[in-house]
């Protein structure tokens, strides 16, 4: 790998560079209704340990990709912004030539995105299930082993997307921080990555976030104020509550009883306790865990964080104030709610192995998320259009599910 030391320097200083931004301060980036393209520069191929780098090509050949058919689909659907997550380990580790070729592959793709007629966010989005370049060791602290090079990759991808019109592309420069709500430590990083793109992209709009995975709960400790210099802005939160319901039948959540979660209704008025439990049982045997042998354990924690749910009745109210936490945020830090990005937002499907929610489940909770930002005011980014949570029936025959087209109040394209 090599940097040049100029861009790895900017990183450090570039808050210091910048100094007052001018008087007419370029706008941020106007979004609506958009959609997340992963794994399109995600899904690796690295090589195991003790070696730290990948194969190549990086990312997997058979990974689900947009063709522009896809992008001219949801186009004519109503989107009008992708959000573009890119690993940047396979970049990172790279050398000279193979970098050039992935900037290059990255930037084509936004370009082909911006021929659409898309705006596009371009996001960083370590991949916290590699072994060697995760968001530890990239930004786990301001003395991370890869953070200077993590700082000269965002201030090169500035660079390259400001020259693609600076009205149409932003930056976020990581995905969902792992520091602790309101980490001071958070604070500095983040200053830093902004600093590092400012530096290379006085115009571009970038996209900050608060810790703790960018719940909300990290971005109400944020202070918009102080990170001013940076301007362009826009504010970003994820959002999946309740997870019992938008990640039910997920494999890869921490907590063992999520595989067997499924048939948990929204609202939860349109179930009971008694037929979800019965559901589990049945996809505990499934999956050879039964509740009444080796799973017990797993079943009883299961009943326990179930009863929860169906007394606590979440439904659409239960949304509205968690979202109304964000609004209240925005007020008082002065940001207009357009600037406030829902980036995520969604619910695991049935289907390709997975038992998950009803499909009028499913597509209920997302009309509820949907409308109750756009009553906010808020811009949001469906997680996602392949994959599990994805837009599409499947990943081989790319039709967008008409349910979950209408829950995002958009039209079936043609």
Known sequence: MSFSRRAVLAGGVGATLLGARPAQAAQPLVLRRGINLWPWFSLTREFPAPRTDYDWPPFQLDRPVPTARDLGR???????FVRIPVDPGPILTAASRERVILLDQVVAAVAQALGQGFAVVLNLHANAATHHWTPTYL???????????????IAELAGRLVRLGPGRVALEPVNEPFQACGAAEWDRIQRRML??????APD???VATGACGSMIAGLEPLKASALAAFEPLLFTFHFYEPYLFSHQGAKWMSEPFYPALNAVPWPASRGTLET?????RARMAELG????????????ETERVLKEYFDARPDRPFIEGYLRQVRAWAQREGIAPGRVL?????????????????PADRARYVRDVRTSAEALGFPWAFWNLFDSLGLLVDDVSRQPDPAMIEALGLKMPG
């Open 74 to 80: 949801l186009r004519r659907a109503g989107f009008d």
């Open 139 to 153: 930004f786990g602290s301001e003395a991370a082993p890869g953070f200077p090079a993590y700082l000269a990759l």
């Open 195 to 200: 600093g590092a793109a400012r530096s290379a």
């Open 204 to 206: 571009l709009t970038l």
């Open 276 to 280: 979800t439990l019965a559901a589990v």
């Open 289 to 300: 865990q039964p509740a009444s042998g080796s799973g017990a354990a797993t079943y009883r």
């Open 342 to 358: 829902m980036g995520e937002f969604g619910a695991v499907r049935t289907g390709a192995g997975i038992a998950a929610s009803a």
